[in-house]
């Protein structure tokens, strides 16, 4: 049984840890998460993120607020996370509510970003019929004409999302199976934790 495992009380704490052995053994994206939502028809829907903060409220990623994802948790703003490091032999889930990040986190992040990102954001109806490639490029060279001569703003439809956590789960590959679970379920300002059958 793994030591960090064994001393954590703290679930987001243990997520830095594991996200930092992550990210000094995973080849690509070691930031990746499958990102499971549910529309207004209840059927689920999963797709790959990218986790760009984690603190104690809860852990960051950024869209197109009029993407599917977007509108599914217009709909339900309730989600699931999973992070899997296979080089590690460890993965997360969490479960939680789902709220919008500030104005000003949303334009601090989207500043960050690259200028070719930024110019895309503008042109991406994102998770809409594409009618050619064609509309792409020509909305692609409309908003880099309109902003090459300035900053390129956050669009208002472009912000991020908050999962806040009500359940984080830590599974730790064992050999014959004998996996290590750890659950963290919140009890109001504190966690609760319990160990699960593989």
Same mark, same amino acid.
């Given at each position: 049984?793994?030591? #960090?495992?064994? &001393? *954590? ?6 997520? &830095?840890?594991?996200?930092? *052995?992550?990210?000094? *053994? ?27 903060? /984690? ?15 977007? /509108? ?34 949303? #334009?601090? +992040? ?32 409309? +908003? ?16 991020? +999302?908050?999962? /806040? ?11 014959? &199976?004998?996996? #290590?679970?750890?659950?963290?379920? &919140? ?9 699960? +059958?593989?």
């Amino acid at each position: 049984m793994s030591g #960090d495992l064994d &001393r *954590a009380a703290d679930p987001i704490a243990l997520f &830095r840890e594991w996200f930092a *052995a992550a990210a000094a *053994a995973e080849p690509n994206d070691p930031d990746a998460m499958a990102l499971a939502t549910v529309g207004d028809d209840q059927a689920p829907d999963v797709r790959m993120v990218l986790l760009k903060g /984690v603190d104690q409220r809860g852990f960051v990623f950024y869209t197109n607020l009029e993407s599917a994802k977007g /509108v599914e948790l217009a709909a339900n703003p309730r989600a699931a996370l999973c992070f899997h490091w296979k080089s590690i032999g460890r993965q997360v889930r969490v479960r939680g509510t789902v709220e919008r990040v500030s104005d000003a986190e949303a #334009d601090a +992040y989207f500043a960050s970003r690259e200028w070719g990102s930024r110019i895309g954001a503008w042109a991406s109806r994102q998770s809409r019929e594409l009618e050619s490639d064609f509309a792409l490029e020509r909305a692609v060279a409309t +908003y880099t004409t309109k902003f090459a001569l300035g900053e390129v703003p956050r669009p208002e439809y472009w912000s991020g +999302y908050r999962v /806040v956590p009500a359940a984080i789960e830590f599974w730790e590959s064992r050999p014959f &199976r004998l996996h #290590d679970r750890r659950l963290f379920t &919140r009890a109001g300002a504190a966690w609760r934790e319990a160990r699960l +059958y593989p």
